[in-house]
């Protein structure tokens, strides 16, 4: 189905949020996810289904003042 | 004396940004020379099978900081309070440096949308260190919004001038006796730390002034050592200026050759 992942149109057979990490090969602790503007916990992405359209936003840590 | 900010105790009085440092290496002895006890860190999009976010947060875990997310780049309510969830998602902390941009090219805060996202996220829990301007009427409504530490700028980010409007500033210090002043953005020499500490603020905000200096750790020691300055003479109480000359050798005693 066609999702938008971190801006991109991303074309990815998952269904859950954390079928898609794995598909796209996000690993590590560190990541924070949003699904169409809301926080998706670390724990609710196995259970989190995705639509056709989704806007999925993938962030981790970086530098900042 | 320590500065507590919501449940923390801290003795160092400079919170240190970790953006813009020639090297991972330099970041480290600038934040060790500095004596910081807290780092502003911040979020951006992973790309897929990216390690990148990771090295940063095993490095951030080393240090051992209490790290201060920011929410830098928002320019919305609604973006920032996103980026807020999402940093206490990793950092496990309830801390949030509350940025909401209002103008492009000062990086003036949006006044209007911070209350908004300031009242959001405390009611969820957050402890928000909201960077504002100035403006005493705003900041009156950042701690009814459930504030409880106010980060004015004293000129716009990164522009290294130094404290524009020192009268504000002393406005702001008198009207919130009680609340933590740091002074968020706008330093660019150890002077103006020292000048801003002299005027009663608890702490100094820095990045830029530290990493885009020739040699970041000195100027990271350097820093240091005028925000202690500053902050040691406001407790010490200055002399005001006067307009004429006072002798400072006592003139009582003094032999009479005429």
Known sequence: MMLIVNGEPEDCPATTLAELLIALEYEGDWLATAVNGDLVHREDRPRHQLKQGDRIEILSPMQGG | ?258
């Open chain 2, 1 to 258: 004396m320590p500065l507590t900010l919501y449940d923390i105790e801290v003795s160092s009085r400079l919170l240190l940004g970790t953006a813009r440092y020639p090297s991972p290496a330099i970041l480290a002895e600038a934040i060790r020379r500095s004596g910081t006890e807290i780092l502003t860190v911040s979020l951006r999009r992973e790309t897929a099978g990216g390690k990148a976010g990771g090295a940063f947060f095993q490095l951030v875990k080393d240090l051992g900081m209490h790290v201060l997310p920011n929410t830098a780049g928002c320019h919305s309510a609604s973006e920032a309070v996103l980026t807020a969830r999402m940093a206490r998602e990793i950092f496990s902390t309830n801390w949030i440096k509350l940025e909401v941009i209002g103008h492009q090219d000062t990086l003036q805060p949006d006044v209007f949308g911070l209350v908004d996202a300031a009242r959001i996220l405390n009611q969820e829990g957050f402890q928000v260190f909201p960077y504002t301007t100035d403006d005493l009427v705003v900041g009156e409504k950042l701690l009814a919004a459930g504030c409880s530490v106010l980060m004015p700028w004293c000129a716009p980010i990164g522009s290294a001038m130094g404290p524009q409007n020192k009268t504000a500033l002393r406005a702001m210090r008198a009207e919130f006796p009680d609340i933590p002043l740091i002074v968020d953005a706008g330093i660019g020499r150890p002077s103006h730390a020292t000048t801003v500490m002299e005027l009663g603020y608890d702490a100094v905000l820095l990045n830029t002034a530290v990493a885009g200096a020739l040699d970041p750790p000195m100027m990271a020691q350097a820093f240091a050592g005028a925000i202690t300055a500053g902050q040691k003479a406001y407790q010490a109480g200055m002399l005001e200026p006067r307009d004429m000359a006072v002798p400072s050798t006592p003139v009582i005693g003094k032999g009479v050759f005429a």
